[in-house]
């Protein structure tokens, strides 16, 4: 009952979009609908609005917040039921699942898949799904990583955010004079058309986000409130990266974010065996391998191209200013950037944290022995940076 309501009390926000549909469409083919997706993407909420749409067909909304023997509990096949199992792993996954809670689960969703009066929607982080198919072998042998349907920020056309845009501010709280800094001048495309758009920002600075009222400094536009927002996103990252994100998987985020755009995964992989042996912690291949599943499709995107070449970037522009921002707020991590590179295109990276950096690392960088060491050592050796050029017979 209190979920059908909070559902409820949701719908005037929610745009439908190709995701709802796609999704929809899925979960009444096969019952059963695993979403995954970066932190703030927009996953619960996507769950609760398609089981909204099963309860408009009939059916009882039931929701699991501690495991899944509450769903075994609860299950009737006689009757047309809906099950939510949000955030199903966790935050942090490991410690989270109870005693053989990934059997019970597993043939909890082969039950509801052959059941044609039950559906089951389940949420989870990408990373920790990833994780957790690496460490749950009936996980593994199920596939259930390569059932879900992932969430991805180009997933919101242009006019979908003007309508999500458009429904916050309408239920808001917010003066009529922000209202009016949206409708001045297209205000509202310094929103809509940014990088960083994110569902769970737009519902941050239009103060409908539980414990977190719109703040406007006195003599700011809200509008300048909202933009500042969307380009500090911390608050969607934070948390992931300092506390659900082991030391293997922060320190390949830190390398990559010093590279070309694109990384080739093997001069990734050297980059973050330098970065631990100076950082004085054992690194391997295997724990190399480990961390980019956890981290992929969450925090980063591969792809292969020039033939087989297999290529590695951050996968979110949001992210990417988060973590320039935590390097180069950290004179310790600039040192060990510095000592580490083995690529000069990673020190014009470094050297581009000025930006970011505090009045300290701004002088740690342009003044670091570590940095001018590292320019004298690099200068002359081969980069990383991939160039496409065609040969003499045309070839690529």
């Not at 990833?130 to 056309?157: I, K, M, V």
Request: glycine share 6%; aromatic share 10%.
């Amino acid at each position: 009952r209190v979920l059908a309501q909070d559902i409820k009390r949701t719908l005037p926000l929610y745009v439908q979009g190709e995701s709802f549909y796609e999704g929809l469409e899925r979960l009444q083919d096969t019952h059963v609908l695993l979403i995954s997706g970066p932190p703030g993407i927009g996953k619960t909420t996507l769950a609760r609005m398609l089981v909204g749409t099963s309860i408009a067909a009939g059916f009882e909304p039931i929701e699991v917040s501690r495991d899944i023997d509450e769903a075994w509990d609860t299950w009737d096949q006689e009757v047309p039921q809906v099950f939510l199992y949000d955030d199903f792993l966790g935050r942090t996954m490991l410690g989270e699942l109870s005693k053989n809670e990934d059997s019970r689960l597993l043939s909890f969703l082969r039950e509801i898949a052959a059941s044609p009066r039950s559906q089951l929607v389940l949420t989870t982080r990408e990373y920790i799904l990833q994780e957790a198919a690496r460490t749950f072998e009936a996980f593994r042998r199920y596939g259930l990583a390569n059932t879900r349907f992932l969430l991805t920020l180009p997933s919101y056309t242009p006019i979908e955010r003007a309508r999500i845009l458009h429904n916050h501010v309408w239920h808001s709280q917010l003066p009529m004079s922000a209202k009016e800094e949206l409708v001045a001048d297209r205000g509202y495309t310094r929103i809509i058309g940014h990088k960083n758009f994110n569902p769970r920002l737009i519902e941050y600075v239009t103060g409908l986000q539980r414990g977190h009222p719109v703040s406007v400094a006195r003599g700011q536009r809200w509008i300048d409130f909202a933009v500042n927002a969307l380009d500090h996103p911390d608050e969607i990252w934070r948390q992931a990266f300092e506390r659900e994100l082991g030391e293997d998987e922060r320190a390949l985020l830190m390398c990559l974010v010093t590279m070309p755009d694109e990384a080739e995964v093997g001069d990734l992989e050297r980059a973050v065996a330098s970065w631990s042996q100076i950082a004085g912690r054992p690194s391997s291949t295997s724990k190399f391998e480990s961390a980019m599943r956890v981290l992929d499709d969450s925090f980063t995107s591969a792809r292969r191209r020039e033939g087989d070449v297999l290529f590695c970037r951050v996968s979110n522009p949001g992210l990417t200013d988060f973590l320039n921002r935590q390097l180069g707020r950290d004179p310790q991590l600039v040192a060990i950037a510095a000592r580490s590179a083995l690529y000069f295109e990673q020190l014009e990276r470094l050297w581009q944290l000025i930006d970011y950096g505090t009045r300290t690392t701004v002088e740690t960088v342009s003044a670091s022995t570590d940095l001018a060491e590292a320019v004298r050592r690099l200068f002359e050796l081969p980069g990383n940076r991939w160039i496409h050029t065609v040969g003499g017979f045309g070839g690529d």
